[in-house]
């Protein structure tokens, strides 16, 4: 369970960031 936690923590993180990257291109065009 710990490890499942940490991975999908991590998944979480990566996916935030790439909705931060798609918002911020969106907003540039």
Known sequence: MP???KATRIN????LKTLDA???RRKTF
């Not at 979480?12 to 996916?15: D, G, K, N, R, Y």
């Open 3 to 5: 490890p499942m936690s």
């Open 12 to 15: 979480v993180q990566e996916s």
């Open 22 to 24: 798609l918002m911020t």
